[in-house]
C-alpha cells in the first residue's frame, strides 16, 4: 500500500516548476503547512518540503547538496576558530583560513568536476589522443547529476568566500545553512542567491501574508505565461530547425532568433515562478532578469541577463584576479608602457578570460558552451576597445547615446551579438555551428523559409499566440523599463476589476498555453545545468 | 466586528478570488466539453469528422481507419478506379485507437459501411485519452475539469484559406483522406518480419478501445477486417503475434490480413516502395498494397461496383481529377 501510495504521489506531485502540481498542489500545502506551524517549526517546514522536492528529482543523490551544506558549514566554523585564535599572528591566520576556504572550494569544485566533467574531459583527450596517432580510451563513466548541482556549489562557495572575507559571520545552525543550500523555489535554476540575503527571512519563520500570496502568484502566472503560452509553443521549432540546420542561411536565422526568444522565456518565466514562490514566504530572491534587450552593448546585456551568475563572477573571479598582486604590476606596466588605454583594457582582460571560460563551462561539459563563453570574452574586449573611438564617432556627428539613431543602432548590434551566440550556443556541436552561421552568407533564401514555415510544428494559432505573447512581453518590459509602477496602478482598480483582470490571464495560460494533448513536456531549458 | 473584518478582509477576498476560479473553470468546462466521448486529439478528430461530414450520405461502402500507416498505404480512389467501390480515408497522424473509436463512431451516423479496414500499427502506439496515462492525478483533474483536457477548442476556428492548407483538409474530397507521397527513401535494412522481436502485446487501454470498436462494427452491421499495412520500420513478427493472439482469444470472427507476410506476392520493392526509409508507403507501394486489398474485398464482401452509376460520377470526376489510376 505504501508502494502504491509512493507511485501515485510521485505520478501526481511530478514536479517542475511549470507543471500544473506545483502551484496548484505543492506550493499551497506548503504554504498551509508553514502558516499552521508555530513560528519556531516553520523553518523545518520549509527544510522538509525542500528535501521532499529535491528527491522527487534526484532521489538519494539528495545527499550532495547536505554534504555541501555540511562542508561549508564544517569550513565557515574551522575559519571563525581560526580567525578568533589570538594566540596565532595575524598573517598566519590569514594563511591557515586560506587554507581551509581552498580545501573547502577544491572539495565543492572537483566532485563537480568530477559528476558533470569526467567523461567529457575522458572523451576530449581521447579525441586528442587520436589526432596524435594514439589509442587512449575512456570508458564513459555516466555519473547521475543531481538535480542543481551547478547552482548549490556556487551558493556553497560564495557562503565560505564570504566568511572568509568577514562580509558574514560564519554560521553556527546548520539548518539554517542548510535551508540556505535546499531551498526548493531556487533549487533547480537558481537565483544564485548570497547568504546575507535571504538566509534570516529563510529561518525567520515569520508569518506569510494574504499581500505575499497574492503577490508571489501574480509573479508566478507571469512566469507561467512566458514559459507556456511562448517559450514551450516554440519548442518543437527550435528542435526541427536545429536538426535540420544544413538547409538554408534563412533557417539558421530562424532557428538562432527562435531559440533566444525560447530561452529567454524560458528561463525568465521560470525564475519569474521560483521569485514568486519565494515572496509567498516572504523570501526576496535576488532578480536575475532586467530588461536584457534594452541593454547598450554585450557587457551591458551581462549584467541583465541570468545576473545572479554574473554577479558571482565578477566578486568571486573578477574582482579578486584584477586585484591581484602579480595582475596589478602588469597592468601598471603595460600603462606606463602604452598609455592610459592600453592600461584599461590590459587590466581586466585576464580576468575577463577566466569569468567566460568558466561562464561557458558551468552550462555545461560541451565545446559549443565554451565557445559562448570566449564569444562574449571576445566581443567585449572588442566593444571595450572600440567604445571610445565610437563615442567620438558620435560626438562628430553631434549624436547623442540617447538619440533615436544610436539606440536602434546599439538594439540591431546587440540583437545580432545575441542571436548569433544564442546559435552557437545550441548548436549540436561547433561546426554544425559554424556551418549555420556561413551559410547566412552563403547560402540565404527566404522563400524557403517560407515554404518551410508550415512544417516547424507551429500552427497557425500557435504563430499567432507567441506574437500575441511577444508583444505583451515587450510592452510590460517597456514599462519596467521606464519604471512604470505596473502593479501599483493595478491595484488602484476596484476589486472586481482586478479579478476580472486576473481571470482573463489566468485563463489565458490555461487555455493558450502548450501543454497537454498534442504537446510534448518542453523542460525547463536552464534546469540541465 | 469591524477590525476582525478588516484584519481578515484579504484572506476574505483570496478565498472568493479562489471559489470564482474554479466556478469559472467548472463553467467553461460545461460549455466547450464535447458531446462526444473522452478523446486525445480532438481538433484532429473534429477535423476528421467535418471532411467526411462532406461526404453524400450512405454513399460510402467502406472505411479505412488508424494512423498514418493507414492514410499512406490505403487509397479509396484506386478502389474506386479499379474495383468501384466507394471508400474513405478516416486516418490522421500518430492517430490513438480511442480517436478511431470516436471517428468512426461519427462516421456511422451519416454512413453504412459494409467493411471498415482498422490498421494495426495503431494499437501497438499509445491508446488512452491522456497524454500520459499513469499521470492518474492529472488525468483526474482533467476527467473533473475537462477545459484542461481541451483547451486547445479555439483551434477548431481557422480562416478557410489557412483550413484550405491543411493535410486533412485538402484535397481529401478528391483523394478522400489519401495522402499521395511520391519521395522515394529506400529501406536498406534486412528482413524484419523474420527477425525475432521482443514479446509484446496491445496494452489493455487498446484492447478495451479495440473491443468498443468491434461492438460499434457489430451494432451497424459491418465486418471488421484489421489490416497490417507494409512497415519496416514500425511492425515485426512480435506484433503479428500479439494480434494473432488477442483475436484467436476474443475475436476470431474478425479477419487479419498481415501484408508484411506478403511482400513478395504481391511485389513490394524496399528500394522504391516507401517514401521514409521503410516507415510508410509511398504512392507506388500503396498502389501495390491496394492492389491486394481490392481483391481481397470484393472476393470476401458483397460490395457494389458503382462505375456506371450516374449517382457516382463524381468519382469518376475524382479518379480523372487525380490522374494517378
Known sequence: ?529 | MKSYFEKYKKTVHGIIFVGGLFALLIILSLVIKPKSGEVYDINTVQMKCEATAKERAESIDVAFAGNSESYRAFSPLQLYAQKGVTSYNLGASALRVCDCREILGNFFKQQSPKVIVLETDTLFEEGSPYRDPDAHLTNKVEKKLPLFHYHTFYKRWIPESVKEKDMYWKDASVFKGFLAETAVRPYEGGDYMSVEAPKTKIRETNRNVLKDIIKLCEKNSASLVLVSAPSATNWNSAKHAAVVKWLDENAPQVAYLDINEKLDEIGIDWANDTMDGGNHMNLYGSKKVMDYIGDYLTENYALADHRNDSNYKDWEDNVRKAGLY
Open chain 1, 1 to 529: 500500500m505504501l508502494e502504491n501510495f509512493i507511485t501515485f504521489l510521485k505520478s501526481g506531485i511530478g514536479v517542475s516548476y511549470a507543471m500544473w502540481q506545483y502551484p496548484v498542489l505543492f506550493l499551497p500545502v506548503t504554504l498551509l503547512l508553514y502558516q499552521l506551524f508555530p513560528q519556531r517549526f516553520r523553518r523545518y517546514v520549509l527544510l522538509a518540503a525542500s528535501l521532499l522536492f529535491f528527491a522527487f528529482f534526484s532521489g538519494i543523490l539528495i545527499v550532495f547538496p547536505i554534504a555541501a551544506s555540511l562542508i561549508s558549514y564544517a569550513a565557515g566554523r574551522i575559519m571563525e576558530n581560526i580567525a578568533g585564535n589570538k594566540e596565532i599572528k595575524r598573517k598566519e591566520r590569514t594563511r591557515r583560513r586560506k587554507r581551509v576556504l581552498a580545501a573547502g572550494i577544491i572539495i565543492l569544485l572537483a566532485t563537480l568536476a568530477v559528476i558533470k566533467y569526467s567523461d567529457f574531459a575522458g572523451l576530449t583527450l581521447v579525441r586528442i589522443s587520436h589526432i596524435f596517432h594514439g589509442n587512449f580510451q575512456w570508458n564513459l563513466l555516466d555519473w547521475a547529476v543531481p538535480v542543481g548541482i551547478s547552482y548549490f556549489t556556487l551558493e556553497a562557495i560564495a557562503y565560505m568566500t564570504d566568511v572568509f572575507r568577514d562580509d558574514i559571520k560564519a554560521e553556527h545552525d546548520f539548518i539554517k545553512l542548510l535551508l540556505f543550500i535546499v531551498f526548493f523555489p531556487k533549487l533547480m535554476e537558481g537565483p544564485i542567491s548570497r547568504y546575507n540575503e535571504i538566509a534570516d527571512d529563510l529561518s525567520s519563520g515569520r508569518a506569510t501574508t494574504a499581500d505575499n500570496v497574492a503577490n508571489g502568484y501574480q509573479r508566478i502566472l507571469w512566469g507561467l505565461f512566458k514559459k507556456l503560452v511562448i517559450a514551450d509553443h516554440l519548442a518543437p521549432a527550435v528542435d526541427i530547425l536545429f536538426q535540420n540546420n544544413i538547409m538554408d542561411g534563412s533557417l539558421s536565422v530562424a532557428a538562432a532568433i527562435l531559440f533566444t526568444i525560447q530561452e529567454y522565456m524560458d528561463f525568465s518565466g521560470t525564475i519569474d515562478i521560483v521569485i514568486g514562490s519565494g515572496i509567498t514566504f516572504g523570501v526576496h530572491l535576488t532578480e536575475n532578469f532586467r530588461q536584457p534587450f534594452f541593454a547598450k552593448n554585450a557587457s551591458d546585456f551581462w549584467h541583465r541577463w541570468h545576473i545572479t551568475l554574473g554577479t558571482f563572477f565578477r566578486d568571486y573571479i573578477f574582482y579578486p584576479v584584477t586585484l591581484a598582486k602579480p595582475v596589478m604590476k602588469f597592468t601598471k606596466k603595460v600603462r606606463d608602457k602604452f598609455g592610459k588605454f592600453a592600461g584599461t583594457i590590459a587590466a581586466p582582460m585576464l580576468a575577463l578570460f577566466l569569468v567566460w571560460l568558466s561562464n561557458g563551462l558551468w552550462h555545461g561539459p560541451r565545446w559549443t558552451y565554451i565557445f559562448y563563453g570566449m564569444y562574449y570574452f571576445v566581443l567585449i574586449e572588442l566593444e571595450n576597445i572600440f567604445e571610445e573611438p565610437f563615442l567620438g564617432v558620435l560626438k562628430k556627428l553631434k549624436l547623442t547615446e540617447e538619440s533615436i539613431t544610436v539606440r536602434v543602432f546599439r538594439f540591431i548590434k546587440l540583437f545580432i551579438i545575441v542571436i548569433i551566440g544564442e546559435m552557437f550556443f545550441r548548436a549540436d556541436n561547433i561546426a554544425i555551428g559554424v556551418k549555420m552561421f556561413m551559410q547566412i552568407f552563403t547560402n540565404f533564401h527566404l522563400n524557403v523559409l517560407a515554404e518551410n514555415a508550415g512544417f516547424l510544428g507551429l500552427d497557425f494559432w500557435d504563430y499567432w499566440t507567441v506574437a500575441a505573447g511577444m508583444l505583451l512581453v515587450i510592452a510590460v518590459s517597456v514599462l519596467k523599463e521606464r519604471g512604470y509602477p505596473i502593479r501599483t496602478k493595478l491595484m488602484a482598480y476596484p476589486i472586481a476589476a482586478r479579478f476580472a483582470f486576473w481571470y482573463v490571464c489566468i485563463l489565458a495560460v490555461v487555455i493558450f498555453g502548450a501543454y497537454g494533448n498534442g504537446y510534448d513536456a518542453a523542460g525547463m531549458i536552464y534546469a540541465k545545468f
